[in-house]
């Protein structure tokens, strides 16, 4: 069968919400039993629409000979904010979602665990892994308003600096670093700056404007933003270590996802598992490593931290873990970082 060419309106940036829906429509000549609205935060061209979500898309429809289609709306282009988006799967406004889960602080504790540092390092298959094999006994507790799909992270949380370069954690001292959620603000107090939550499609101005002196992000962000024109200093750990991650979740409206025939839930299944999610981690991976390409290529420094500066950061980032631990004592608290340590360690590469 012959498939459309996908449409976008025109004018569509990257990370710009807008009030017009940019449509993606993936369609085979026949007509679809199951059309699904599949809704984002992110830009047409970001990286995470073009590099994951629609590959994955395109493996539905495919897989399922047509009887699925998804059009994808990104930029948020369904209307409300980032953070409304789990809400919106949840109650039926759209039928999938790409999100966040820190956007929505406090419902994903399960999955929190892996996004604090020294827990997550730099490993993405591994954790995307690990947060698979935890679902059943642990993870699918935070998930009963949908159906997951599958959870994956990032490369991890590196250091953009719009002025002032960072070589030692007390160079962080006083500044004012953008975060995307709740681990993240714990992480940054504990450097000696102070957090500014924000969704990242605001991050440009804000670097912009000065409301923030840097960010905790990755590096695949860059090009969608042009994070290189507000920014001069791009830092990291050695051996491309994070000061922890951040979770996502594609996640399918509850009822939505038991209306379908068995068969193909068995479609979605099969492409939610340990290959696609190895698959997602040398996304991002390739992806990270584009970005800083493109900040380095811009005239930015790139600065990797040396093993005793990145020491200095893990000294003082502990208690962080330790901190996390004892606000989810109902959850396992310290037996449930050494479980999710451990399971990463399985995976590890």
Not at 115 to 125: K, Q, W, Y
Not at 229 to 249: A, H, S, W
Not at 312 to 321: A, E, I, Q, R
């Amino acid at each position: 069968m012959q498939r459309r060419h996908f449409l976008t309106m025109a004018g569509a940036t990257a990370g710009a919400a807008v009030a017009s829906p940019f449509v993606v429509r993936r369609a085979w000549a026949a007509s679809p039993e199951v059309t699904l609205k599949f809704h984002h935060f992110l830009g047409p061209k970001s990286p995470a629409q073009v590099e994951m979500i629609e590959p994955w898309c395109k493996r539905i429809e495919e897989d399922s000979k047509g009887r699925v289609k998804i059009d994808i709306y990104p930029s948020m282009s369904l209307g409300g904010a980032p953070p409304q988006l789990f809400r919106q799967v949840a109650t039926g406004v759209v039928d999938i979602i790409w999100a966040v889960n820190g956007y929505t602080p406090g419902l994903f504790p399960h999955c929190e665990v892996f996004e604090l540092p020294t827990v997550f390092t730099n490993d993405i298959a591994a954790t995307n892994l690990a947060m698979r094999a935890m679902y059943k006994d642990h993870i699918e507790k935070d998930y009963g308003a949908v159906h997951l799909l599958f959870n994956h992270v990032h490369a991890g949380q590196a250091i953009h600096m719009a002025k002032k370069p960072v070589h030692k954690v007390e160079d962080l001292n006083g500044t004012r670093l953008r975060v995307p959620g709740p681990t993240g603000v714990d992480v940054v107090k504990a450097v000696g700056a102070a957090p500014v939550t924000m969704p990242v499609p605001d991050l440009p101005q804000a670097l912009s404007t000065n409301v923030v002196d840097g960010a905790l992000i990755p590096w695949e962000i860059i090009p969608a933003l042009q994070l290189q024109d507000v920014t001069k200093y791009q830092i990291e750990g050695p051996e491309k270590k994070r000061l922890g991650t951040t979770t996502f979740q594609v996640s399918m409206n509850k009822d939505k996802w038991a209306a379908l025939p068995d068969d193909l839930k068995q479609v979605f299944d099969k492409n939610c598992g340990e290959e696609w999610l190895r698959e997602v981690a040398k996304i991002w991976r390739m992806d990270d490593d584009n970005g800083i390409a493109v900040a380095v290529k811009h005239g930015n420094e790139h600065i990797t931290l040396t093993d005793e500066a990145w020491d200095g950061f893990n000294k003082v980032l502990s208690p962080v873990v330790d901190s996390w631990a004892k606000a989810h004592e109902k959850i396992g608290g310290q037996d449930y970082v050494k479980t999710a340590r451990d399971t990463i360690g399985k995976y590890a590469s």
